[in-house]
């Protein structure tokens, strides 16, 4: 069972002809790397793991030792993230192994200082951001069994300064708290002080309320300047639409009064027709006589 726990090697058989397809894992604002080994669906990666042996599902300050269980990838990921914040440190996924069935077999979870940045393709940069990685080892390696995750691979060691347990909150793997934990944050914080006599120990701290209120300022703004030009555009087009309709209703004026002068021109006409018939009347009688 040991050998089995220890061993990070993948039997060559394992592996099909399809080639590895690999994703450069050096980019400081990529949290995962994937560099992902595809295996045939059929088998599993190792034999069946003890009946003994009971899944781990929540970090209770212990540090991960081989041979742990876990019943999915994410929950190992979330033991050691959670590990990561008690000891200092961030993480993110790096190497898997999966299969045709898009089933994970084999994944590591690594320091987020691992590895060393790739040079840019185009030369060094105008304005180059600080180095973060430092080539850390410290890593925790999975692969399944029987259906369950199991540790086959633990570094601990670090090569570099690890975070205080006042800034942990603040590394990258850390703050993925959901927004809806953010809403009455300070209301909560101040009650659970209170209670507690000890709110530095809150797993929820002020700079995470803090940071939410930021995001929300921003979107509150981002949504006033968008209706804000909204309404320059709509005003914008009820003033083209007054100005038509004032042409509209003089042209409609125009045409009125011209229909009222050709009527009035056409009156006269027929009065004058009407008076000349009159007259006409009177003699054509004397003449008749």
Known sequence: MDDQINSSQLHPNQITQHSCHQIDSEGDDDDDDHNTLHLDS??????????????????????????MLFQSETQAYDYYNAYAKSAGFSIRRSKMVMRKDKTITRRVFCCSKEGFRCKHPRGDPMK???????????????????????????LQQHNHPLARPSEAHMLRSQRKNQDPQAFNIDDILSYLGEETGAPQDLNLLEGDSNNYLQRWCYEVLKKAQEDKKKIRELSAELQRERRQSATYREQLHMVLKEMEDHTNHLSKQVESIVYNVKELEPRGSKECS
């Open 42 to 67: 059929q088998t599993d990666v190792n034999p069946a793991v003890s009946s003994e042996s009971q899944p781990s599902n929540i970090f209770n300050g212990d540090e991960p030792t081989l041979g």
């Open 128 to 154: 180059p951001r600080p180095l973060t990685r430092t080539g850390c080892k410290a890593r925790l390696g999975i692969h399944l069994q029987a259906g369950k995750y199991i540790v086959n691979e633990f």
